[in-house]
């Protein structure tokens, strides 16, 4: 259903949707902490790149398969990827900043991190569901009629 250009879920749906999201990102979560461990712990890289490459390989894949499988979007990739871009072009100045400041504090690499993670989680998903796919979700493989 759709009222005014954007897409109306059940609250069923909305959940499987939410669902979707969180497991997804996970996973991505395990990529970002797994590429983040090999910089930091093997490497010996700061935490700055170290999680700045993580976050990049994670954002690839989580594009990908939230794009396919929970927003099951029909979305011309190019404008998907740039909104997104502007999104991240905010977050991780940001983040690396903050994430950076807290472990010349003295937190954990790895709490900072986590903590990250979840800021990422919730605001990625508002910009993915509100913005980026707010008109095209559910188009996936749905034939075009004239």
Not at 37 to 64: G, K, M, Q
Not at 99 to 114: I, M, R
Request: proline share 3%.
């Amino acid at each position: 259903m759709e009222t005014k250009g954007t897409a109306v879920l059940s609250t069923q749906e909305n959940l499987v949707q939410i669902g979707k999201f969180v497991l997804f990102s996970i996973s991505a979560g395990i990529i970002q902490v797994v590429v983040f461990t090999v910089l930091e712990e093997i490497l010996h890289l700061p935490y700055w790149p170290s999680y700045l490459s993580a976050l990049i390989a994670s954002v690839l894949y989580n594009f990908t398969v939230n794009r396919r499988f929970t927003f099951k979007s029909a979305n011309n990739i190019p404008k998907a990827m740039l909104q997104l871009g502007i999104y991240y072009a905010l977050f991780t100045p940001l983040s690396t900043w903050w994430g950076d400041a807290l472990v010349h504090q003295g937190f954990s690499d790895y709490l900072v991190l986590g903590g990250t993670m979840v800021v990422n989680l919730v605001t990625e998903y508002c910009v993915n569901r509100f913005i980026m796919y707010r008109t095209s979700m559910n188009t996936r493989g749905q034939k075009k009629t004239h």
